[in-house]
């Protein structure tokens, strides 16, 4: 089905997140130009979000807000509150004594304006049919328009959204990454420079929040996030970053702080008691899933191991074997001693108490993903045809893929194989738990369909992995197109069944009390205004005594 944008937005009634309600006029002190947003629902409370856009000036704006039933029975609920410069315009209430279960519509006024409507819920207590979640990550501004989010505000049942980070990028300027898109000149990142300062960062979330079809998104149901690293900066540890450079871009720390504190200013998100960054929480969707959203850059993770940093560029079978040493020291790890803990009590509680899924919003890929050998994948005309086409730049990091494959390197070190003991960590709490895990990951700018094993070979199957494409974000087989990456990596790693390396779109995981299905939803174009929508594939996973069952590939449904 090919979906013009404009007419979908019109048709769900969510064009005034295109347009928004009251747009300032001459005599106008304000307007809502970034729409409005709502997330972290419990049973009794959700979180709303605007950000008031003043006409000059930085004096305090006074807002209200009201909050009704969709069911219009009663029951809403009304506020006010003053914003202002020190959180940038944002505001952010977490409304709260509100019933379990229940659909509602807000909106927010000041200045005698109306912002948007968002629709939100809450979440239900007890016996529960089905739970209905879009995944998604990795949203590059300048790479194309975010289509994806446009399908996912016409999806026709929806519980919340899942954000698993990557919400912005840090890059900025001519020649940064994605300007060489077809759509950058009419996308390019705003500040027109690399994000390093509290206005900096501000200024970048503004910016995504005045996209039409991510306010439509926003505005259709709850949104549960997480950050990863371009919050911040690319492959961000708890000492700093690939992309951080201390003698030009000052004090880790510092900017760390400061995207942070951007970060919650613009996200509908609830925050730590006391601030920080240990966003890690819980969410219980009645009795058919736990949520679990994991926190893996800030707190905790020790610096990535790159085999292209650590190894000599000829390396020996004793070069690699002493970097797998390096990497499997027990010490290192993704999440802190405190989340393992919390991970290990808030499982173990939702098992115990009759819910049928636990499922980990996970920033990052945790399937073992050794580096296929793509030569094996091709007949030698098509190889030796690509070797000749390709230019240099890109056949010596041909010659590398193929190098690392030999070597029996992992795909990524900044990934769950980066650190093998925490996985393995994670892996025995789930057993104890004896739960039945479903990992929901992204970053990686490609699908996944993946069966998690305790053992490389043999050992136990833990959990069953849905990983998600990007928004917009180029994916590793552009690079390659002749190659059949995605093929290669399913057909030589035992734990993938599916891997699409180009495709952009969300995944769709439905629960109910005994299955989880999880569908790999790709629209057609990004660089497009008009899109259609298809299904990849499907895998579905069943519950089990004693742990989740294998994924069984599901015949695909209509986008």
Same mark, same amino acid.
């Given at each position: 089905?090919?979906?013009?944008?404009?007419?979908?937005?019109?048709?769900?009634?969510?064009?005034?997140?295109?347009?928004?309600?009251?747009?300032?006029?001459?005599?106008?002190?304000? =307007?809502?130009?970034?729409?409005?947003?709502?997330?972290?629902?419990?049973?009794?409370?959700?979180?709303?979000?605007?950000?008031?856009?003043?006409?000059?000036?930085?004096?305090?704006?006074?807002?209200?807000?009201?909050?009704?039933?969709?069911?219009?029975?009663? $029951?809403?609920?009304? $506020?006010?509150?003053?914003? &202002?410069?020190?959180?940038?315009?944002?505001?952010?209430?977490?409304?709260?004594?509100?019933?379990?279960?229940?659909?509602?519509?807000?909106?927010?006024?000041?200045?005698?304006?109306?912002?948007?409507?968002?629709?939100? =819920?809450?979440?239900?207590? &007890?016996?529960?049919?089905?739970?209905?979640?879009?995944?998604?990550?990795?949203?590059?501004?300048?790479? !194309?328009?975010?289509?994806?989010?446009?399908?996912?505000?016409?999806?026709?049942?929806?519980?919340?959204?899942?954000?698993? !980070?990557?919400?912005?990028?840090?890059?900025?300027?001519? !020649?940064?990454?994605?300007?060489?898109?077809?759509?950058?000149?009419?996308?390019?990142?705003?500040?027109?420079?690399?994000?390093?300062?509290?206005?900096?960062?501000?200024?970048?979330?503004?910016?995504?929040?005045?996209?039409?079809?991510?306010?439509?998104?926003?505005?259709?149901?709850?949104?549960?996030?997480?950050? %990863?690293?371009?919050?911040?900066?690319?492959?961000?540890?708890?000492? $700093?970053?690939?992309?951080?450079?201390?003698?030009?871009?000052?004090?880790?720390?510092?900017?760390?702080?400061?995207?942070?504190?951007?970060?919650?200013?613009?996200?509908?998100?609830?925050?730590?008691?006391?601030? &920080?960054?240990?966003?890690?929480?819980?969410?219980?969707?009645?009795?058919?899933?736990?949520?679990?959203?994991?926190?893996?850059?800030?707190?905790?993770? %020790?610096?990535?191991?790159?085999? %292209? *940093?650590?190894?000599?560029?000829?390396?020996?079978?004793?070069?690699?074997?002493?970097?797998?040493?390096?990497?499997?020291?027990?010490?290192?790890?993704?999440?802190?001693?405190?989340?393992?803990?919390?991970?290990?009590?808030?499982?173990?509680?939702?098992?115990?108490?009759?819910? =049928?899924?636990?499922?980990?919003?996970? *920033?990052?890929?945790?399937?073992?993903?050794?580096?296929?050998?793509?030569?094996?994948?091709?007949?030698?005309?098509?190889?030796?045809?690509?070797?000749?086409?390709?230019?240099?730049?890109?056949?010596?990091?041909?010659?590398?893929?193929? *190098?690392?494959?030999?070597?029996?390197?992992?795909? &990524?070190?900044?990934?769950?194989?980066?650190?093998?003991?925490?996985? *393995?960590?994670?892996?025995?709490?789930?057993?104890?738990?004896?739960?039945?895990?479903?990992?929901?990951?992204?970053?990686?700018?490609?699908?996944?369909?993946?069966?998690?094993?305790?053992?490389?070979?043999?050992?136990?199957?833990?959990?069953?992995?849905?990983?998600?494409?990007?928004?917009?974000?180029? $994916?590793?087989?552009?690079?390659?197109?002749?190659?059949?990456?995605?093929?290669?990596?399913?057909?030589?790693?035992?734990?993938?069944?599916?891997?699409?390396?180009?495709?952009?779109?969300?995944?769709?995981?439905?629960?109910?009390?005994?299955?989880?299905?999880?569908?790999?939803?790709?629209?057609?174009?990004?660089?497009?205004?008009?899109? #259609?929508?298809?299904?990849?594939?499907?895998?579905?996973?069943?519950?089990?005594?004693?742990?989740? #069952?294998?994924?069984?590939?599901?015949?695909?449904?209509?986008?």
């Amino acid at each position: 089905m090919r979906v013009d944008r404009r007419k979908a937005l019109a048709l769900l009634g969510l064009g005034a997140a295109a347009t928004p309600h009251g747009a300032a006029n001459a005599r106008d002190k304000v =307007s809502f130009q970034h729409g409005v947003a709502s997330g972290d629902p419990l049973q009794d409370r959700v979180i709303i979000w605007t950000r008031i856009t003043p006409r000059g000036g930085n004096d305090p704006i006074r807002y209200e807000w009201r909050l009704d039933p969709m069911d219009g029975k009663g $029951g809403g609920k009304r $506020g006010s509150g003053v914003t &202002g410069p020190d959180r940038d315009f944002t505001v952010k209430v977490d409304v709260v004594n509100l019933e379990p279960g229940r659909g509602y519509q807000f909106y927010f006024a000041a200045g005698g304006v109306r912002s948007p409507i968002g629709r939100t =819920s809450t979440l239900p207590v &007890g016996p529960t049919e089905e739970v209905s979640l879009a995944v998604c990550t990795c949203a590059l501004y300048p790479n !194309g328009y975010f289509n994806a989010y446009g399908a996912i505000a016409r999806l026709p049942r929806l519980d919340a959204v899942v954000h698993l !980070g990557d919400y912005i990028y840090e890059y900025g300027g001519p !020649g940064s990454y994605g300007m060489d898109s077809p759509v950058a000149g009419e996308r390019p990142h705003d500040p027109p420079h690399e994000c390093v300062s509290l206005a900096d960062y501000r200024r970048r979330h503004a910016q995504y929040k005045t996209d039409p079809q991510l306010q439509a998104a926003h505005a259709r149901a709850p949104w549960i996030c997480v950050w %990863d690293d371009h919050e911040t900066a690319n492959d961000s540890w708890v000492g $700093g970053a690939e992309n951080h450079q201390p003698a030009t871009e000052g004090d880790w720390n510092l900017r760390k702080a400061a995207a942070i504190r951007a970060y919650y200013e613009w996200m509908p998100i609830r925050e730590p008691q006391g601030g &920080g960054f240990a966003i890690y929480r819980s969410f219980d969707f009645g009795d058919v899933a736990s949520l679990f959203m994991l926190e893996t850059r800030l707190t905790a993770r %020790d610096h990535q191991l790159y085999p %292209d *940093q650590e190894l000599p560029p000829q390396p020996t079978a004793r070069d690699v074997a002493a970097w797998r040493e390096k990497l499997d020291n027990p010490a290192r790890k993704m999440m802190a001693p405190a989340q393992e803990a919390w991970l290990s009590r808030e499982m173990t509680a939702s098992v115990k108490s009759g819910i =049928s899924w636990q499922v980990l919003g996970n *920033q990052v890929v945790m399937a073992r993903l050794f580096t296929p050998p793509v030569r094996r994948y091709m007949t030698p005309e098509a190889y030796a045809a690509l070797r000749t086409e390709l230019p240099r730049p890109a056949l010596q990091r041909l010659h590398k893929l193929e *190098q690392n494959a030999a070597l029996g390197l992992p795909w &990524g070190a900044d990934m769950w194989d980066g650190y093998p003991a925490d996985r *393995q960590r994670l892996y025995a709490l789930t057993e104890k738990a004896r739960a039945n895990l479903v990992v929901v990951s992204g970053d990686s700018h490609a699908f996944w369909a993946n069966e998690l094993w305790t053992a490389e070979t043999g050992g136990k199957r833990v959990a069953v992995e849905f990983g998600t494409g990007p928004i917009t974000s180029p $994916g590793p087989g552009e690079a390659y197109p002749q190659v059949p990456l995605g093929e290669a990596f399913a057909k030589y790693n035992r734990e993938v069944l599916f891997n699409n390396q180009t495709a952009k779109g969300f995944v769709l995981l439905t629960l109910t009390q005994t299955t989880a299905t999880g569908e790999l939803i790709a629209v057609s174009s990004i660089k497009d205004r008009a899109y #259609s929508t298809r299904v990849l594939a499907t895998y579905r996973a069943s519950t089990g005594a004693n742990g989740v #069952s294998g994924l069984h590939p599901v015949e695909a449904r209509p986008a």
